[in-house]
């Protein structure tokens, strides 16, 4: 694997926006419209020494009448850091 390339506090927002946009379509997928009532991302980044750390704190509040399990949002949130691994390999690797 390549290198991560120097980050600016730019690239910092855009990868924090992009993994916040992967994480609300993988979220989607497993949890309907209809079934959630609110969805919070604290997207937490760290930059420091050229690496890169990123926490997602995901805050979901159902429809009283939900079957969603704690496992199905593990699995997306999984899915979802897959996706922005390869995200940042494309876009953000020497």
Do not use: H
Not at 42 to 62: A, H, W
Not at 64 to 86: G, P, T
């Amino acid at each position: 694997m390549s290198k991560l390339k120097k980050l600016s506090p730019d690239d910092l927002t855009t990868i924090s926006d992009d993994f916040g946009e992967i994480l609300e379509k993988e979220v989607s997928r497993v949890i309907s419209t209809k079934e959630l009532e609110d969805l919070d991302l604290d997207i937490i980044l760290n930059y420091d020494n050229d690496q890169l750390d990123v926490d997602v704190d995901l805050g979901v509040s159902f429809d009283e009448l939900s079957e969603i399990n704690q496992d199905l949002l593990s699995e997306a949130v999984d899915e979802a850091y897959l996706k922005f691994d390869s995200y940042i390999d494309d876009n953000f690797r020497e």
